[in-house]
């Protein structure tokens, strides 16, 4: 069962997705999740897969496209605002607390790529959450950083921030806004060096696998300076005391995102590897995710 459903985060009106348990009874108390979408992603792609597939197991799931995005509201359009993607996590939050058929006290989240960042950056404070799960974590601050757990220079770094810079003033004198792709937009950009993470991002996102006419796979490049901005990690050690359980591929190229968060987190953790699976592979490859779902139901029946 799934039913559309609205929230809002502040003044912007949030699109989402309820999926409910099957035989659902609204005389009944459920545990619920909040699941968070790839940068770029909507709520009917792998998150909403992911959803329908742990209601099965009994969790009342809302997911939704974050602000900014998808058939949400807010402008400016392709945003990537991460302390507002966590906002809108908590949003949902309050969202599930309203509904007389959720337990609020047995809450969790899940992410999926930059969702599983996001995640884990709200759990770290937004204590409703009992527990929290990823799904080829990708951190968006890190990840803008530099690329694939290795840090770009200072000076390259400084130099996108001026080019970001530069567009902010053009734009506030007039111009057209600027964007920048997640994902290759053509074949013609893939090549014998490309990652795996872009090689089948293109797959996915921009041909009948995954595509979705709401995913833009791509955002506003005046997003760049509010990325660089955040972690999802930096307070991990302190204060994600939460059960934390992460899925990654073993041949995914943002496997190190998830090594980190392991050794960070001085809490209850558990590093599932699936063996064979790439970054993308745990989007929706069947041999994959029928791994990865009974793994995320089993671990929050703690909840």
């Known amino acids: 069962m799934v039913e559309n459903i609205s929230f809002r985060n502040k003044e912007v009106e949030i699109a989402g997705h309820l999926h409910l348990p099957e035989n659902f009874s609204e005389g009944k108390k459920y545990p619920a999740l909040v699941g968070i979408h790839p940068a770029g992603g909507v709520k ?3 998150i909403g897969a992911y959803a329908e597939r742990l209601a099965e197991h009994g969790f009342v799931t809302v997911v939704y496209d974050s602000s900014y995005q998808g058939a949400s509201g807010g402008e400016p359009r392709l945003l990537e605002d991460p302390t507002t993607r966590v906002e809108d996590a908590r949003c949902a939050a309050d969202f599930l607390t309203t509904l007389p058929f959720v337990d609020s006290e047995r809450m969790g989240v899940f992410g999926i790529c930059a969702g599983g ?3 884990i950056s709200v759990a770290q404070t937004e204590r409703r959450f009992k527990a929290v799960a990823t799904v080829s974590a990708a951190p968006m601050g890190e990840g803008s950083r530099g690329f694939l757990g290795h840090l770009s220079p200072v000076a390259e770094q400084i130099g996108t921030l001026e080019m970001v810079a530069q567009q902010r003033t053009a734009e506030a004198r007039g111009a057209e806004p600027a964007y ?4 290759p937009e053509t074949p013609e950009e893939i090549n014998e060096t490309t990652p795996d993470l872009l090689r089948e ?3 996915y996102y921009r041909t009948p696998r995954g595509q979705h006419p709401n995913s833009k796979g791509r955002f506003l490049l005046t997003s760049m300076d509010k990325m660089f901005a955040f972690s ?3 307070q991990i050690p302190e204060l994600l005391t939460q059960p934390l359980l992460l899925i990654a ?4 190229d943002t496997k190190v995102f998830s090594d980190q968060a392991y050794e960070l987190s001085k809490g209850p953790k558990e590093l599932f590897v ?4 790439t970054h993308i592979a745990l989007y929706d490859v069947p041999k994959y995710v029928d791994q990865a779902i009974p793994k995320m139901a089993e671990f929050f029946a703690v909840l």
Request: glycine share 16%.
């Open 44 to 46: 009917e792609q792998t």
């Open 180 to 183: 920048a792709p997640f994902v």
């Open 201 to 203: 991002g293109y797959d």
């Open 117 to 119: 960042g996001y995640a």
């Open 249 to 252: 591929g073993s041949k995914a």
């Open 232 to 234: 999802a990690f930096d």
């Open 274 to 277: 699936v063996d064979g699976a």
